[in-house]
């Protein structure tokens, strides 16, 4: 199995840098150090139930907890509850019923319970859990719902036990459409080949005892199995990691025909094995990961003259323990996306990778068979190498267990994400793409706070945060020659201009050429100032048409903001508001990376742009027009940044960037 170190390291130290810079300037840094195109939707975790860490009565923050939960309105009020293990959470404030059913034992560090759903077993309109387990359980059973009664008493008694399969070396099993009559068949699935045992599935009857039992035969048996249709012929087949069954006409009559046709190299596979068509070629492949190494791979099937063969592809390697995996469209874009993670602690210590870090990933299936990795949840593993350790359980160790389920649980209309492992049982509540909308600061003003001091010298010192000072308060070292700018108490002023016009040969201009970065200064503006920060300017004879402008003007406060107002881009974005602090110094906060350009002024963020989306000369796009004789996608990423001679006093302090390239 190949293992890329150097890509592991690479991970870890992005995971690490990623942290530093929301600390080193919050979400603007963290927007900086992302490429502009990427959109990341938030998951917001919650954890509804855990074990307690309490060594000394063998209970760790690792468990012994249920690894599987089933998904289900199961009182019937119209809303989602989660079933897991032995207990009932229901919605909406996941108020927990113990014990409510028999099995999912607790056996030393495990929970009997090694793969559950939900169905409506009996048809009476009240979904009932099957679970099965390998140890004590040693076998399938569904538990029935009491229905309405019950919930009404407040759950005093057990669910009733019914046995459908008894076996050795049980791993899991899984529900879908076999016999072609609604997808509450079950397909068993045992991690070894058994003497009397053979690969087996539970067709679902209209009448007790509700399931008939069927075995195909010794082939495919082993860690792991899914269902879906491999030849196209609209029948669910059987996956194993060694090759499939063929689905005939007649599933509970026919006779089944077993296809070789490839083997997953990663030893013990996920369970379940997935079915779909990842590349859109209208054949559908499978997905497969590594259960208990390393290792997440697809088989890309193809038909030539007759023969029907499968191409493997490894589409993570550096990560393991991919026990469980599910699909559902978390992005919203009518493609289903594979939600797959790290199982915690499978053999309790002796798996491969065992205390790599614990993750729950999505990966988004771009049209062609491209893949797409983006966390749910990624966590340090502490080391305990006694009990009495002193090390601390970790905050929201978060893992995919033996079954991961895929549904929106508060019904906002966006699918969630319910994970349970031996650490506990959370929901990943998916809240979308982060909003574009800029609505007003509603925070009070930092001035009103009675324990507010000024703060600007500490914060301009070089090497803050990564910041360097373009200005040292002395003199104009740093910035190349021009008339009637002078330095006074650490200020650069343009003195002895009234004549108001554009002087666009007596620009302050920096030495230095910038590409990416953030840049932060602080201005004063008085009546009738009309002065702009140049970014990127590349040629300083004609900088009104090769450089971005962040204008820097008097604003009248309650007056309309324009294209050309303080807070904008000049003649290209006006500002959505202009948090100006009149007669006083005001602070501006600049980001340009690749084609963004992001301004906030005072804190709020005021104007945005993606120059990528100026195509054509002259002309927004939002319609209006412009001055540029050049669309602006085509302007130089690089450049000088500058201070622009209006012909009016304009001040300048506390000059620093902090470049990003």
């Known amino acids: 199995m190949p293992r890329n170190e150097n890509q592991r390291s690479r991970i870890r130290r992005a995971a690490l840098a990623a942290g530093a810079a929301a600390a080193v300037m919050g979400s603007f840094l963290l927007m900086a150090q992302t490429a502009p195109q990427s959109r990341e939707i938030i998951f917001v975790p919650r954890k509804i139930d855990g074990p307690v860490h309490d060594p000394a009565n063998f209970s760790y923050w690792y468990g012994p907890f249920s690894e599987c939960a089933s998904v289900a309105d199961f009182n019937r009020d119209g809303k989602l509850d989660i079933a897991a293990g032995r207990n009932l959470y229901l919605a909406p404030d996941w108020r927990k019923i113990s014990d409510f059913r028999d099995g999912a034992e607790t056996n030393g560090p495990e929970t009997d319970d090694n793969s559950e759903f939900a169905m409506d077993v009996n048809g009476d309109g009240w979904p009932d859990v099957v679970s099965s387990g390998w140890m004590r359980m040693r076998g399938v059973y569904w538990y029935e719902n009491p229905g309405k009664e019950w919930f009404a008493s407040g759950g005093k008694t057990k669910w009733k036990a019914h046995r459908i399969h008894s076996a050795q070396s049980l791993e899991g ?291 803050v945060q990564g910041f360097v000072s373009l200005f040292n308060g002395k003199d104009l070292s740093g910035w190349q020659r021009a008339t009637h700018w002078t330095v006074e108490d650490g200020v650069i002023a343009l003195k002895g201009r009234t004549d108001r016009q554009e002087h666009n040969d007596n620009y302050l201009w920096t030495e230095k050429q910038y590409g990416d970065f953030v840049l932060d200064l602080e201005f004063k503006a008085a009546e009738g100032t009309n002065s702009g920060i140049f970014l990127r300017t590349s040629d300083l004879k004609d900088p009104v048409q090769t450089g971005i402008e962040v204008q820097v003007a008097w604003y009248a406060s309650g007056r309309p903001a324009g294209k050309g107002s303080l807070g904008g881009l000049y003649d290209l974005v006006a500002p959505g508001r202009v948090p100006i602090r009149a007669n006083d110094w005001n602070r501006y906060t600049i980001l340009c990376r690749g084609s963004q350009v992001t301004v906030l002024l005072n804190g709020e963020m005021t104007a945005e742009a993606d120059l990528n989306q100026w195509t054509e000369a002259r002309k927004n796009p939002d319609g209006t027009a412009n001055k540029f004789t050049r669309p602006l996608k085509d302007f130089a990423r690089r450049g000088y940044i500058g201070l622009q001679d209006h012909g009016t006093p304009v001040w300048y302090r506390n000059i620093r960037i902090r470049t990003l390239d």
Do not use: C
């Open 173 to 463: 099993v899984i529900h879908g459409n076999i016999a072609g009559r609604g997808d509450h068949d079950i397909l068993v699935n045992h991690w070894a080949l058994v003497t009397g045992q053979g690969l087996t599935w539970l067709e679902h009857l209209d009448r007790a005892p509700w399931f008939r039992e069927h075995v195909l035969g010794p082939e495919g048996e082993g860690h792991g199995n899914g269902l879906g249709d491999i030849n196209g012929d609209g029948r669910n087949d059987i996956v194993t990691p060694a090759g499939w069954w063929e689905n005939p006409p007649r599933a509970a009559e026919d006779k089944w025909i077993w296809h070789p046709g490839y083997k997953f190299e990663g030893g013990p596979a996920s369970h379940p094995i997935l079915v779909y068509d990842v590349n859109g070629d209208g054949l559908n492949d499978i997905i497969i990961g590594a259960a208990h190494t390393y290792g997440l791979a697809w088989l890309e099937q193809s038909v030539s003259g007759g023969k029907r063969t499968f191409t493997h592809h490894w589409l993570d390697t550096d990560f393991g323990g991919f026990h469980t995996m599910a699909m559902g469209d978390l992005d919203g874009d009518g493609r289903p996306d594979l939600v797959t993670g790290k199982r915690l602690f499978p053999h309790h210590g002796r798996d491969i990778g065992e205390f790599d870090p614990l993750f729950l990933f999505w990966y988004r299936i771009h049209p062609g068979g491209r893949w797409e990795r983006h966390l749910l949840s990624y966590s340090h593993l502490p080391w305990y190498p006694t009990v009495d350790t002193g090390n601390p359980p970790p905050n929201y160790a978060i893992g995919a267990g033996m079954k991961l389920n895929v549904a929106d649980m508060d019904g906002d209309g966006r699918l969630d994400v319910v994970a349970t492992g031996k650490s506990g049982l959370y929901i990943l509540y998916n809240k979308g793409y982060p909003s574009k909308q800029r609505e007003k600061n509603l925070l009070p003003d930092e001035l009103n706070y009675p324990s507010w001091i000024p703060w600007d010298t500490s914060r301009a010192q070089p090497g």
